[in-house]
């Protein structure tokens, strides 16, 4: 027996944002993006979520964490269009307008990439 078990699956995507665009980005985040969330908790297919500001050392480096907590691996399985189902439920948009709306976020911010990591439940 394992002294330990697998737990969620949490997504650490990293973002810089345009100088001068923080409290733009921060309206899309709480007006469009929490209510998009908030759908997502209530559907079940996410755990959590959350934003969180950080310090940059350099230029280079992101200003914000975007963190989703999925309950486990197999909870990936259809996650794209379950999540887009919901998504246009809440924001009334296609999948076309919604790419177009993030080509427009880019804007004002980069992402600059995704990390997974899975949290362990010491036993």
Do not use: H
């Not at 309950?71 to 009334?92: I, W």
């Amino acid at each position: 027996m394992r002294s330990y078990e697998e737990g969620p699956v949490t997504i650490v995507t990293s973002v810089k944002i345009v100088d001068r665009q923080y409290d733009n980005y921060m309206d899309y985040l709480a007006k469009t993006c929490k209510p998009v969330m908030e759908a997502q908790k209530q559907a079940g297919l996410i755990v959590r979520y959350g934003v969180y500001d950080r310090y940059p050392r350099s230029k280079e480096e992101a200003d914000l964490y975007l963190v989703v907590t999925d309950p486990n691996m197999a909870s990936f399985d259809g996650l794209r269009d379950k999540s887009e189902a919901v998504a246009s439920k809440v924001t009334g948009l296609s999948r076309e307008k919604a790419t177009l709306a993030s080509v427009d976020r880019n804007k004002v911010r980069s992402v600059l990439g995704d990390e997974m990591i899975r949290e362990v439940i010491l036993k």
